[in-house]
């Protein structure tokens, strides 16, 4: 949940582009850039936690990650369900999908929309040069998403 002014782009762009480069897990760095958590929550918490950049251990960047959906072995290597977590599982295979970034609620929605509107073939080409030759069921289901929305 981030505060209602959110980091700007021009601002972080040089080094997003280079945290997106890199193969490893992208959502710390890009929950660092961002602009911490806004005061409009519902949590029962009695700390005032406006403003913290910290990982709230929600776990939507594990349940996301097609790196982990792909080889789920890697997800006994903790059963933690942080940012943390996600990069110790992940290590330097990531596929820079960029999904754990889209998912964590403590990425601004500024950094999100950079995202989706720069990378998404950038998402594609990775994601291919990782599958394997019996992975290619992944392509149907991405032209089948296709033709749906035609
Ligand atoms: S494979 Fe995708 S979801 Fe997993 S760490 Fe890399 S960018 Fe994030
Ligand atoms: S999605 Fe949840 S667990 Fe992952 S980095 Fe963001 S807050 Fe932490």
Redesign the pocket.
Known sequence: MPNTRQTDITAIRNILERVLDISE???PRCRLLSSGFGPSHTLNVRENITGTRACLGCGN?ID?????AREPARLKRTAQRTSLA?ETM?GTD???????VLSCPQVDTTIKHYIVKTRAIEQMKHLLNHLKPNEDYYLDQFYLELNHHE
């Not at 990531?94 to 754990?100: A, F, M, V």
Request: with cysteine; net charge neutral.
């Open positions: 897990s992208p959502v960047c996301i990650c097609s790196l982990l996600l992940v990531c596929d820079r999908c960029y999904q754990c």
